[in-house]
Nanobody
Framework: QVHLVESGGGLVQPGGSLRLSCSAS????????MGWYRQAPGKQRDLVAIITSGGTTTYADSVKGRFTISRGNARNTVDLQMNSLKPEDTAVYYC????????????WGQGTQVTVSS
């Protein structure tokens, strides 16, 4: 079992920045991918960005050029630097980790609220 803890959400004005962090703990064999998803009220949960253990990144078109995902040296942490935030970025952001060990398992954090408003 992998436990994910997120931090860094909050209220920010349009054009501002926030940094989200996620740390994985528990029984970790291999986390080939970690990422961030978000869910706005009344909408489905969508991919924001993912990063592999090798450093390959994928971003949603809506955040390209504004958000940057990175993994820590221990490879059990993932950060999301969010710049030039817009009101439409308002959502609950969830950390995700994929573990491969006798099968694929997806783990989720509890979510952290990001609100972009003046």
């Amino acid at each position: 079992q992998v436990h994910l803890v997120e931090s860094g959400g909050g209220l920010v004005q349009p054009g501002g920045s926030l940094r989200l962090s996620c740390s994985a703990s528990g029984t970790i064999f291999s986390l080939p991918a970690m990422g961030w998803y978000r869910q706005a009220p009344g909408k489905q949960r969508d991919l924001v960005a993912i990063i592999t253990s090798g450093g390959t990144t994928t971003y949603a078109d809506s955040v390209k050029g504004r958000f940057t995902i990175s993994r820590g040296n221990a490879r059990n942490t993932v950060d999301l630097q969010m710049n030039s935030l817009k009101p439409e970025d308002t959502a609950v952001y969830y950390c995700n980790a994929v573990q491969i060990h006798r099968g694929r398992y997806d783990y989720w954090g509890q979510g952290t609220q990001v609100t972009v408003s003046s």
